[in-house]
């Protein structure tokens, strides 16, 4: 039996996602074609638009679908006069890797210990002075601990300083009401499978005002800003997980039930282990994500250990190319080094029952039980 925990990596497939992407595939026209069968194509592309426009709070015509949310974020800082950005040091590798290399110039906004923005910095990093536009870009719930960063503050200090904002919503959207209108950001980004959608296809909502230049060349799909024939069946996908994911948000108990799972899930472990810390655990945060440090073991060791025992769940610290390195999220924090080299990440969605999260304390006992760090941890306590 499997047990999959990792939300925050990629959600399960929605089923009537899989629905809403077969009907697309067998729609023959290409969306830009005249004839009849390329209207019908259209007219599922912007029925997708529309749904996934509703879930970001803003009109449609402000989309441009994009091939993955990393791609979004790119395209976020594609500027065509070359800005001075002003990244969160918590921000996602496809913001941080780009902004570096942009030739406007690049500073990166700290956070607090709990993982929050310093407003303070931010405020201090726009008074110095710059020869061309800023954009200042902070995600609005971070992927490892799920903390949420204060979107609106944010905007308003970017604002009266002049400078634009991206708001990198990925982590976010489906899980907190996104509003980009009422927000008052210029550019924000979102990704499917994170939804419950399908992976490979993100969204760029950006204001009309905001020009960008393209990072990819060709026909004029996507407003000239993002050439290629549309991902059809993705998009497709993409709108009715967007579809799902607000009517979450707006109606019904899953947003409670999902803080539920979580909060269970971490007063068993808690009360059990003392020594756990639950990362980000005293500001808001995701209602369905735990980042949890179990000082003195490995987190990769956990990650090992609990795939053995049939649970998808994830370290916060990445594993490329076989190094594993320390979480840059973490280490922003300034989480000492024994405790983000323990931190593990649970999170939860919307096909996840409290059985799997009383099965996952349980597994607790027995991965953490045959760990060296195991006594000091007091795992004895925990639920058999
Ligand atoms: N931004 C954040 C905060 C993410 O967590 C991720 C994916 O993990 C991305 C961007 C990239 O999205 P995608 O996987 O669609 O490229």
């Given at each position: 039996?499997?047990h999959y925990l990792d939300y ?257 899930l ?40 609990f795939?053995?025992?049939?649970f998808a769940i ?32 649970v999170s939860v969605g919307?096909?996840t029952?409290?059985?799997e999260i009383?099965?996952f ?24």
């Open positions: 039996m499997s925050n990596a990629t959600a399960l497939g929605r089923p009537e996602v899989g629905v809403a992407v077969a009907d697309a595939l067998a729609l023959a026209g290409n969306p830009s074609s005249v004839h009849a069968p390329g209207r019908r194509a259209r007219a599922c592309l912007e029925d997708a638009r529309a749904q996934v426009a509703a879930l970001a709070g803003t009109s449609p015509e402000n989309l441009l679908f994009t091939g993955s949310g990393t791609e979004a974020n790119n395209l976020a800082l594609s500027g065509p006069r070359p800005a001075r950005i002003l990244a969160s040091a918590i921000e996602h590798p496809s913001i941080l890797r780009p902004a570096a290399e942009r030739p406007g110039g690049f500073a990166l906004i700290p956070v607090d210990g709990h993982g929050v923005v310093d407003l303070g910095a931010l405020k201090a990093l726009l008074a110095e002075p710059s020869d061309g536009p800023v954009l200042v870009t902070v995600m609005m719930a971070n992927n490892e601990t799920g903390v949420l960063q204060p979107s609106e503050k944010v905007v308003e200090i970017a604002k009266q300083a002049g400078a634009l904002v991206h708001i990198d919503a990925v982590q976010a959207a489906g899980r907190v009401a996104l509003e980009f209108d009422r927000l008052g950001a210029d550019l924000m980004s979102l990704s499917a499978h994170k939804l419950g959608g399908p992976k490979g296809v993100g969204v760029l909502v950006k204001r009309a005002e905001i020009t960008l230049a393209p990072l990819i060349a060709g026909g004029g799909q996507e407003r000239s800003l993002r050439a290629g024939t549309e991902n059809l069946p993705g998009i497709a996908g993409f709108g009715r997980a967007a579809l799902s994911a607000l009517a979450e948000l707006t109606g019904g108990t899953e947003i409670e039930r999902q803080r539920d799972l979580r909060d269970r971490e007063a068993a472990i808690a009360a059990a282990t003392p020594a756990v810390v639950v990362v980000g655990g005293q500001v808001p945060r995701l209602v369905n994500t735990s980042c949890l440090a179990f000082p003195g073991v490995a987190a990769e060791t956990l990650v090992i250990a795939d053995l025992e049939g994830s370290a916060g610290s990445a594993c490329s190319s076989g190094k594993v390195e320390a979480s840059h999220v973490l280490a922003a924090m300034d989480l000492a080094p024994g405790l983000a080299s323990s931190a593990i990440r919307y096909a029952t409290i059985q009383d099965a304390v349980a597994a607790c006992r027995v991965v953490l039980g045959r760990n060296a760090g195991a006594a000091a941890l007091g795992v004895d306590r925990l639920p058999a």
